[in-house]
């Protein structure tokens, strides 16, 4: 009954009127299994605003709990900077559901109500989450189990596998190599492994901005416009011009090619 009246506080910490601090709150809910103690499925408006991670029972982590207590938690922060993943994995994204659209909005059921599982599913909404996730999964090191297990908990089993599938199949050139060496890209035919590409140069270069590698990176996004790619190039010059710093310059070379580009992040 009180599912709808739910949504704003989950999703935008929203009580009422009262603006909630959401840089300092974090939303969690836990719940058995919906055939556990006559339990009912969630809206799926409701569903699509979590991330679901499931808890498993482990005997001996029990046992020795019960034995010798169970130590507190310990908090687990990220990295500084892991953020410079970030439009890696949206780059990723963005290639995929160019490759398969009809994940980017696919919701389960019918009448408002998920039939059993997925609880979670593809939207929007829940591809930016995964995006943030992954990110973070990335930049700790993570291994495909995990990287799958926190996509999994936004857009579901099915997407997760096929996207992670879809990535490892990928084959792209290393950003490293590209970014000691921009004069050898070669903008690939597929729309998708263009979106993957770029976004890893980008990513690269950002995860350890210098002013050569600022340079080496726009040299990369001239070419796959010139070659090609002129919308692609255009989402990766945005993200590049964003993280600019005092002292940073353009390559007079390139500017001739990225003059549109570079009026629609404002640069010029």
């Known amino acids: ?48 605003r979590f991330v679901h991670l499931d808890w498993n029972f482990e005997i001996e982590n029990w046992k020795r709990g019960m034995l010798s207590g169970w130590p507190d938690p310990k908090p687990f922060a990220l990295p500084a900077g ?19 659209p009809h994940l980017a909005l696919n919701v389960p059921g019918t009448n408002g109500k ?13 591809w930016d989450v995964a995006s943030r996730l992954l990110a973070a999964a990335k930049a700790v090191g993570g291994n495909k189990d995990d990287r799958l297990a926190v996509v999994a908990a936004c ?27 921009p004069g050898s890209f070669k903008l690939p035919e597929r729309g998708d492994q263009q979106y993957a590409v770029l976004g890893s140069v980008v990513a690269a270069a950002i995860r350890k901005l210098t002013n050569d590698r600022w340079l080496a990176a726009w040299e990369v996004i001239a070419a796959a416009a010139k070659q090609g790619g002129a919308d692609v190039a255009a989402s990766a010059a945005r993200a590049l011009a964003g993280v600019k710093r005092d002292g940073f310059t353009l390559p007079t070379k390139h500017v001739q090619a990225l003059y549109p580009l570079l009026r629609a992040t404002g640069e010029v």
């Open 82 to 100: 892991w953020e410079s993943e970030l439009y890696s994995t949206r780059a990723l994204i963005a290639g995929f559901l160019d490759k398969r």
């Open 1 to 48: 009954a009180v599912q709808a009246a739910l949504l704003r506080v989950v999703l935008d910490k929203v009580v009422g009127d009262t603006v909630l601090d959401a840089s300092r709150l974090s939303v969690v809910a836990i719940a058995n299994p919906v055939d556990v103690g006559g339990g009912f499925d969630l809206s799926l408006p409701l569903l699509n």
């Open 114 to 126: 998920a039939q059993g599982t997925p609880r979670a599913y593809p939207t929007p909404r829940s």
């Open 155 to 181: 857009i579901g089993d099915g997407a997760a596998i096929e996207f992670l599938r879809w990535e490892d199949a990928l084959d792209l050139p290393d950003p490293e190599a590209l970014l000691a060496k």
